[in-house]
């Protein structure tokens, strides 16, 4: 596992948390949730992409 992919999404993570708490205390609420879904998703897609990666990885070497 790449520890710069770790790091990204700890980015992301912190990122978002101080955003929603921002958001949350000037009374966003809605605004705060939705910015926590779209780094949710942000975070989805990255991992989707390196299991895609990994299972293009496992199929090329057993040949399937």
């Not at 790449?2 to 009374?27: H, M, P």
């Not at 879904?37 to 989805?44: N, T």
């Amino acid at each position: 596992m790449q520890v710069d992919l770790i790091f990204k999404v700890a980015a992301i993570g912190i990122l978002v948390a101080v955003l929603n708490q921002l958001l949350v205390r000037s009374g966003r609420e809605e605004q705060a949730m939705m910015t926590t879904l779209a780094g949710l998703i942000v975070v989805m897609m990255i991992v989707i992409e390196e299991i895609s990666a990994m299972f293009s990885m496992i199929k090329s070497t057993f040949g399937f």
